[in-house]
């Protein structure tokens, strides 16, 4: 017998999908275990895997394939001591264009001595998406963090800008309660950062690269993997021991296969870890 949903998570005319997802990890002698795992409306998770040993494999998944506006969607990941976890997304995430109302996505990461590594395939932002999302990470000293966020604005494939519509983006990383990373970013569809040279440059396709804790030589050993990659426009930085990345394309492949070449040299560097790609990533 299947259960009804509540009535918080069925969609009506004013509102849409509420749908939450909350997973927790711990650490064990040979292995990080995916110990508390509570859904709510339309976000799962497929069953753990271990390519790499003990570290936990989880891929993410959201049935509808796409959020429309007043769709909100909460995600809450925690990871305990000794735990490793990396989490991903079979298949590009998709904001369709809103008659008005706002689509929310909110990501938690809380970190205690643990690592985690959240690397979801492209968001694609269609033309009059109107849309909010914030991530908050928080780590105490003893844990480690690498992340990555690529956005596809507009259809490039059907000569589609994102001409219409708006993007709200915040991400922020606190360490012990203290802010080490606040950034902020708004998109207008049609509005002057997409072609000014001081905004997207007419590149239709941004992606953000976090890591944490790094260092300057950290920072070196990034440039220099990805020195060649002369289809994107690349920067990357150290502040307060967090390495950010940002990269600029005009197609998504490009962007992706630069913050895969970044998570190849640096994984190994802060997590002590070879990189071994997720299965789901080759399908």
Not at 40 to 67: E, K, M, S, T
Not at 78 to 88: E, F, K, Q, R
Not at 119 to 134: C, D, F, K, M, S
Not at 205 to 234: E, I, M, W
Request: charged share 20%.
């Amino acid at each position: 017998m299947t259960a009804a949903l509540p009535e918080s998570a069925v969609p009506s005319a004013s509102r849409g999908w509420q749908a939450e997802l909350e997973l927790g990890f711990i650490g064990g002698a040979a292995r990080t275990t995916l110990a508390h795992r509570r859904h709510l409306g339309p976000l799962r998770v497929q069953r753990p895997f271990y390519p790499d040993g003990r570290v936990c494999n989880v891929y993410v998944v959201h049935p509808p394939g796409g959020v429309v506006g007043g769709d909100r969607l909460d995600l809450r990941f925690n990871a305990s001591p000794g735990a490793h976890a990396l989490l991903t997304t079979p298949a590009a995430g998709k904001f369709y264009r809103s008659a008005g109302p706002e689509a929310r996505q909110k990501i938690d990461i809380r970190l205690n001595a643990s690592a985690l590594e959240w690397l979801p395939q492209e968001t694609i932002y269609y033309p009059g998406a109107v849309v909010r999302q914030q991530t908050v990470i928080r780590l105490d000293a003893a844990s480690r963090y690498i992340g990555w966020d690529l956005g596809a604005y507009g259809l490039a494939a059907r000569g589609e800008r994102f001409d219409s519509g708006v993007s709200h983006q915040s991400l922020e990383l606190w360490r012990d309660d203290r802010p080490l990373l606040i950034d902020r970013l708004r998109l207008a569809g049609g509005g002057p950062a997409f072609k000014a040279a001081w905004g997207l440059a007419d590149l239709p396709v941004l992606g953000t690269f976090v890591a944490c804790p790094a260092s300057s030589a950290d920072v070196d050993a990034a440039r220099a993997s990805v020195a060649s990659h002369d289809d994107v426009t690349l920067g990357i930085s150290l502040v307060d021991g967090v390495l950010i990345g940002r990269v600029l394309a005009r197609q998504t492949d490009a962007a992706m296969r630069t913050l895969m070449h970044l998570w190849r040299t640096l994984r190994p560097r802060l997590m002590q870890r070879e990189a071994v790609l997720p299965r789901i990533w080759a399908t």
